[in-house]
Each structure stands twice: as C-alpha cells, then as structure tokens.
C-alpha cells in the first residue's frame, strides 16, 4: 500500500499524478485538489475550473479579479 502525501492515509487504491517531473501519492482527488488546487489570489478558495487570470494571478471567477482591482474582466460575453 501507498500513503497519501496531504492526509498521511494508508491506502490500497492509491494514484500517483505526475508534473513537469514531480510525482505525488494520493487517496483520493479531494487530497490531489488541495494539494496541487492553485489558489485564488483574493478568497484563498481553491480553483478547480478554468478560472480567470489577470496580471499573472489567478483567481477562481470575474467577482475576485474585480475586487482585486482587475475591472475590466467579466464571467460572460
């Protein structure tokens, strides 16, 4: 058995994901998300979609970016 890199757990149906030539252990995409998840540069949630981008941040919508300072992006067209 392997063990979970973010919650220690000893688990038979581990995975392993794979990046830019790093490797982690995980139980579960909950652990993987909170381990490799970026992090939204205003709330601190983690972005688990596309999120949006601005001045080299990322942020998990348009409301966060906004009210960082980043007006001019938008949700929807």
Known sequence: ?????TCGNDYDKTF???RDGQSWIFDSFE?????LAPVCA?????VLGHG?????QIFCCA?????AGHR???DHA
């Open 1 to 5: 058995m392997a063990i979970c890199v």
């Open 16 to 18: 392993t994901v794979s």
């Open 31 to 35: 652990c993987a998300a909170s381990e």
């Open 42 to 46: 205003h709330c601190g949630c983690r």
């Open 52 to 56: 949006v981008e601005a001045a080299e």
């Open 63 to 67: 409301h966060c970016a906004r009210r």
């Open 72 to 74: 001019s992006l938008a």
